[in-house]
């Protein structure tokens, strides 16, 4: 089944069995079930922390996107990241992170160092003898990235660290947030978990905040959604249904704004203040290659260089159109600047090893009519 169809009617392709036949799946928002009236039942449910029949429906849904064994929906992004560290981490373990990852990862996994001695090791996927070398030399537990990497928008080729945790019998996982599953499937190019914000794309509307797990096998499905129960991550019932509202347009939205993240950049390379406009659209970005190769839409997320912090600001702070907030992937377009905002818990070290300073500026393209967004990109520029 192709993801359009898979999505396009949600209740059916869910597997929900609805006694009325509902065309949405239907909200059970309680704590509790009677265990009387379900004698007979496949399934059987008594607390919603546990299960819910609201969210098993969207966890079947994004198990079947990204072609996985099952899927566990979390409260937020960062809590399926950190129901991820739970299930496959102990004392003492090491992760393998890609160096440009989102903020909240890294202060999550500086909580952790500190906390449960868990060693970070961080190095740059796009060189796989790096990655090799670092699993060589040190006994890894989990391999950790983002395709395309937030901010940088570097492209990590995830069939070939896929062969390397294979290699070295790793376990690996992608963050697969900006891309979605719609884009491309980590599974597939040999990752044991495919881990993502619903906040963004997905849901697409901003006014939710959610995650998901989705494991490859049964065994690792199983351990994480034993931890999940465990620490109470799940997504509650109406978050579920707002999140599933997203769904159906998911395709269409994302291609739209490629679209016009792809005319806007060409446009912002015409300006004597921007040093670099990275979009991996662009056929002069430097893994244009690899980036078509490995996604089928390009997520609308373009990141400006400016010469000087001052003319960031000026952009930041003049448009009307795109508003100053965090996140991306929303119908709405904005701007951040990541050194201030959504990175703000890294070093100014680590953000200058990967050329990120606060003349860096991430826009997130939604789907305002393209010429607006421009004649307000232009105007604040003047």
């Known amino acids: 089944m192709k993801i359009e169809t898979l999505l396009a009617n949600l209740a059916l392709n869910s597997d929900f069995k609805d006694p009325y036949g509902a065309s949405h799946f239907p909200i059970y928002n309680t704590a509790t079930f009677d265990l009387k009236k379900q004698e007979g039942n496949e399934r059987i449910y008594d607390y919603s922390r546990s299960d819910n029949p609201t969210r098993n429906a969207l966890e079947n849904i994004f198990a079947k996107a990204e072609n996985g064994f099952g899927c566990v929906c979390t409260n937020t992004g960062i809590a399926a990241i950190s129901v991820l560290f739970e299930t496959v981490l102990k004392n003492g373990d090491t992760v393998l992170v890609e160096n440009d990852s989102y903020g909240g990862t890294y202060r999550l996994l500086k909580v952790l160092t500190e906390k449960n001695n868990i060693k970070t090791i961080y190095t740059d996927f796009t060189n796989l003898n790096l990655v090799e070398e670092e699993l060589k030399n040190n006994e890894i537990s989990l391999i950790l990235c983002e395709s395309p990497t937030n901010p940088s928008l570097k492209i990590i080729d995830l069939e070939e660290i896929g062969k390397l945790s294979k290699k070295y019998n790793t376990l690996f996982a992608v963050d697969n947030s900006m891309a979605t599953f719609v884009s491309q499937k980590p599974l597939d190019l040999g990752a044991d978990f495919s881990v993502f914000s619903t906040t963004k794309f997905i849901s697409g509307h901003g006014s939710v905040t959610a995650g998901a797990v989705v494991s490859k096998t049964k065994e690792l499905h199983q351990k994480v959604r034993f931890y999940a129960n465990a ?40 300006f004597p203040q921007i040093k670099s406009v990275k979009f991996p659209a662009l056929e002069d970005f430097e893994q244009y290659g690899l980036a078509k190769k490995q996604m089928s839409i390009i997520p609308a997320v373009l990141t400006i260089q400016f010469q000087d912090e001052e003319t960031a600001n000026q952009l ?6 795109f508003e100053k907030k965090v996140s991306y992937g ?28 606060n003349a860096t500026v991430r826009i997130s393209v939604g789907l305002e009519n393209t010429e607006d967004l421009i004649e307000d990109l232009s105007q604040a520029l003047q």
């Open 231 to 270: 620490y109470g991550n799940a997504q509650s019932p109406m978050d579920v249904y707002l999140t599933s509202l997203g769904l159906p347009t998911l395709v269409y939205r994302m291609k739209a704004q490629e679209e016009s993240a792809l005319i806007i950049a060409k446009f912002l390379k015409n």
């Open 316 to 321: 930041i702070n003049n448009t009307k159109l």
């Open 330 to 357: 929303t119908s709405d377009s904005r701007l951040e600047i990541p050194a201030k905002m959504s990175h703000a818990t890294n070093s100014k070290d680590s953000l200058a090893s990967k050329g990120i300073d």
